[in-house]
């Protein structure tokens, strides 16, 4: 790669020592505009043979898989709502060739042609699309999909972030995979310091015992090692869960009980199930002093731009600042 960027760069130059010492000669000849027409044509194709050579980049992916990007992608598929998020964060939506069933922002994402459902979208659609590359999660899309692209000579990067740190590392490396770096950069360094922001206030706050609901039937919440672990103890709360060997336990109620959870924090459409289930929490620190809170999925759980609104939330929610509160009825 580097020694045909070499060649490249010495072929420019030689035309180029070729068309100042001469060019007196070209500018006076009667053929001087052929000859103009000539030199640019040669470098034009010469630019254009070796431009895959000079973009080519090698990337690791989350999976531990070498990939090698041998030209700007122009036309990129998501198999994710968070990877579609991140690709119109940076910008390249007019780039973007299809997305899954479940990609629903922004509003443009419901626009683009879709490949399927998130764990099983069509093979046959992605490979019609003529995808340069595709953008797969470890934890939403089979790995045999992976495969099958793998072996039609596909392009896949594959992301498992599980921090807040790995998200903000995924838009800079989508960014430099697909040519938008400074748009990464800028749009990373505005996060972080909207992240900061939240760190520092948390230094003199109190930390509450919180726990996040992924569901309620059967009870799942989250522990150590995701990214919802990550945003809850960033804004200054101690996860009830957070001895849990895996990331996202089954907890009972008689658990629940016992780690006595201060602050709640579930999906929107749970809270009405919790409002049905009250008389068994009732003793809960959170149910007696109304400290259950809904917030959007999607601003929580997609690990793209949109976990920073999600993060400032939180960190309302459990300090008290939140605009309203007491969400199970009385």
């Known amino acids: ?35 103009l027409c000539v030199v640019s044509f040669l470098i034009f194709s010469i630019t254009l043979y070796f431009s895959d050579c000079i973009y080519a980049k090698p ?20 198999l994710a709502p968070n990877i579609t998020e991140i ?30 459902w998130l764990i099983s979208p069509s093979i046959e659609k992605i490979i019609s699309l003529r995808p340069d590359i595709v953008f797969a999660t470890a934890e939403g899309n089979r790995p045999d999909i992976v495969e099958e692209l793998e072996r039609m000579k596909i392009n896949v990067y594959v992301m498992n972030p599980h921090s807040i740190s790995d998200v903000l590392r995924e838009i800079k490396v989508i960014g430099n995979i697909t040519g938008q770096v400074d748009i990464a950069l800028t749009g990373v360094n505005a996060l972080t310091r909207r ?25 799942i919440s989250i522990g150590p090692g995701s990214f919802i672990h990550d945003m809850l103890t960033t804004a200054g709360g101690i996860n009830v ?42 003793g809960i620190s959170a149910i007696t002093h109304g400290n259950v809170y809904p917030i959007n999925p999607d601003i929580i759980s997609r690990p793209g731009p949109r976990i920073v609104d999600g993060l400032e939330q939180i960190y ?15």
Not at 5 to 33: C, E, N, W
Not at 59 to 78: A, L, M, V, Y
Not at 316 to 330: L, M, P, R, V
């Open 87 to 116: 690709l119109f964060f940076l910008q390249l939506g007019d780039k973007i060739a299809g997305v899954t069933d479940f990609c629903d922002y922004p509003e443009e994402a419901k626009l683009k042609p879709k490949v399927g």
């Open 59 to 78: 990337f690791t992916d989350d999976i531990g898989r070498n990939i090698e990007i041998t030209k700007k992608p122009e036309r990129i598929i998501s």
């Open 195 to 219: 992240i900061d922001n939240i760190k520092k206030k948390t230094v003199a706050g109190s930390q509450k015992r919180v726990m996040y609901l992924v569901s309620i039937d059967p009870v």
């Open 1 to 35: 790669m580097k020694k045909q960027g070499a060649i490249l760069r010495a072929v420019i130059m030689a035309l180029g020592i070729f068309y100042f010492q001469d060019r007196k000669k070209i500018m006076t000849s009667p053929l001087h505009f052929k000859r």
């Open 241 to 282: 869960l957070s001895d849990s060997p895996i990331r996202y336990p089954r907890i009972d109620m008689e658990e629940i009980i016992l780690k006595d959870p201060e602050v709640i924090i579930a999906p929107t459409d749970l809270i009405d199930s919790i409002n049905v289930w009250k008389k068994r929490w009732g």
């Open 316 to 330: 309302e929610y459990i300090h008290g600042t939140a605009k309203f509160k007491n969400q199970i009825s009385k």
